[in-house]
């Protein structure tokens, strides 16, 4: 059985720089096979390191293990490589990388499509409150919002009809990926005209996922294609960030890389086989937890109880999980 122990550290500093989650990720990427294009010398990567609030973006790798290396030596929070191709993906002025083309991307999450249940805290005494600020303890508040599985799942079911429209309507071939938090990414591919599409073409991609303009079509039938079929089984334009897909030198979250607000997988998914639950973590064990509030909480699926100050032991996924999202803090890791 092998332990680590956090010692004492003061909430005010980022959750990340906490000695087991930076161990924890780091162990993770020494043995990581990330989802890499085949292209990836023409690709810009990007990482945001650990307590950090920027990126460090215009990196360049030829292949994957000088990527690891690197990674290695800098641990990622959040790690990305770019939709677009650049004759120069290392250029510092996005005007000399010399962009050769985009692939297709589309952003869904899930809490724009449900109520969210969202609790401000002070980390320090606990309680609920209105504001960025403490007024009693002067510091930082924490917002939590609580994704449900039902919220994921509704996000899942806008996801595959972006899926089926991209293939049925228009002859692509899209890969469908949990986020790592709270949503999913419909990628393409592309090569060609595809490639070549500008931000007004992708617009009018996104103006017709979303149901803009397509007529009524109020005598079709359920098996009819297209937006005819879809109108008769009454589904209606999706919600999605459009500004993600019409922006042709976007960043796209690596797959098989961790999500730093949340220690998930971003993960291709088959809709068939996906659930939101301590599956999607790349942590096994447990942790010792100290919440820094007391409530009742939905955490990948599981009901949570926490009472402020008092540890508890959680399943590595979800102690993780809270961690990051500023519930408490892992004190205790044991393999």
Known sequence: MNCLKEDTVSFILPQELNKIILMLFKSYYEKAELELPDDMELREF????????????????????????????????????????????????????????????????????CDIRKINFCP?????????????????????????????????????????????????????????????HVYVRCSGDCALLD??????????????????????????PGWAGRKARRIQGVILDEEVTIDIKRLFRIPNSIHGKSGLLVRKIEESNFEFSTSLSPFSGYVTFLPYITGKFQILGENIEFSRGVPIKLDASIGVYAHLKGLGEVKLYVR
Request: proline letters at 5%.
């Open 46 to 113: 990007a990482i945001q390191p650990f307590g950090k609030d920027t990126y460090v973006r215009h990196l360049s790798f030829s292949s994957p293990l000088e990527l690891r290396n690197f990674i290695l030596e800098n641990l990622p929070l959040h790690l990305f490589y770019s939709t677009a191709k650049y004759q120069i993906p290392s250029a510092k002025e996005m005007d000399e990388k010399g962009w050769m083309g985009a692939d297709l991307q589309f952003d869904i999450d899930a809490d724009e499509l």
């Open 124 to 184: 320090v005494c606990g309680s609920e409150v209105d504001g960025e600020k403490c007024p009693k303890d002067n510091v930082e508040t924490v917002e939590f919002a609580e994704i449900t599985s039902d919220c994921i799942n509704k996000a899942l079911e806008n996801a595959l009809i972006i899926k089926d429209i991209l293939k049925d309507d228009f002859g692509l071939n899209p890969e469908l990926y949990f986020s790592g938090n709270r949503g999913f």
């Open 199 to 224: 931000s007004e073409d992708r617009k009018e991609i996104v103006d017709y996922i979303k149901g803009i303009g397509v007529p009524k079509y109020s005598s079709a039938l359920p098996t009819d």
